[in-house]
């Protein structure tokens, strides 16, 4: 607990800002850096300040590579719901970065085991993540990294609980037509990463936030390893910290 730093905010648009300030530092720093990201609709706030910033020519995205937490498996790229077309749609589309620098698993590979290898590859390729992006699911999941018996090290494919399914049945017509199974990146693969930057927002996740932080470090909550990052913050709105011990 040494490691993480708390920032609370008062609006999840206030969360966003200071979170692109962080980015800011990270590109200027290091242009080519790697960054990771996350989809949902917390990081929204971000991207839009990192789209202002882009196109205000205060941030250049031109050698930033980016590498995603996840995908569904089934999705094609372009599919309504797929989290290729979500980055593109929100993000992507609307900077100066380079196609080929923006990496998301392939939700649609036919040897799933090899396309994560190849991610893993890619990322180490490129000299590992300096900055990742997390959320935390209301059952204290990072990536799709859910709930289980061990922390899973690489990317890897991952069958979805119930929980995880039905929070996301809001973006589908259905909660039969929300994919089972996903591909996310290991628990290793986001612990390797320099600096870790979590945003979390709304009294829903305010349990969970302190359970993760200030509870045991068990796989039954795969955000607590983080516990033992040496780089974390965390930027929450005044609802999601509050169940935060004063």
Not at 61 to 88: C, I, K, W
Not at 97 to 105: A, F, S
Not at 208 to 213: D, M, R, V
Request: aromatic share 6%; hydrophobic share 45%.
């Amino acid at each position: 607990m040494l490691h993480v730093k708390w920032n609370i905010t008062q609006t999840p648009e206030e969360a966003g800002r200071l979170a692109a300030d962080l980015f800011e530092a990270q590109i200027h720093a290091k242009p080519a850096c790697v960054i990771g990201l996350a989809t949902g609709s917390t990081p929204l706030p971000l991207y839009r300040e990192l789209i202002a910033r882009n196109a205000a020519g205060t941030l250049d995205f031109s050698r930033v590579r980016t590498a995603n937490l996840d995908e569904y498996q089934g999705l094609a790229p372009d599919h309504p719901q797929s989290y290729r077309r979500f980055m593109q749609e929100n993000l992507f589309d609307h900077i100066n970065i380079r196609p080929e620098n923006t990496i998301v698993p392939d939700g649609l590979a036919a040897d799933i085991p090899a396309m994560c290898a190849s991610y893993e590859r890619q990322i180490e390729d490129w000299g590992g993540v300096d900055l990742q992006l997390l959320g935390i699911g209301h059952d204290g999941h990072i990536g799709f990294n859910e709930p289980c018996g061990e922390f899973p090290v690489h990317t890897h494919r991952i069958e979805l609980t119930e929980m995880t399914r039905s929070a996301n049945k809001r973006f589908f017509a259905s909660l039969d037509e929300v994919p089972s199974a996903a591909i996310s990146m290991g628990i290793g693969t986001v612990m390797a990463a320099r600096k870790i930057v979590m945003i979390v927002t709304g009294a829903d996740k305010a349990e969970i936030l302190a359970e993760a932080f200030f509870g045991p470090v068990v796989p039954s909550v795969p955000a607590s390893i983080l516990q033992l990052h040496p780089d974390v913050t965390v930027i929450c709105d005044a609802a999601a910290a509050s169940r935060l011990p004063r």
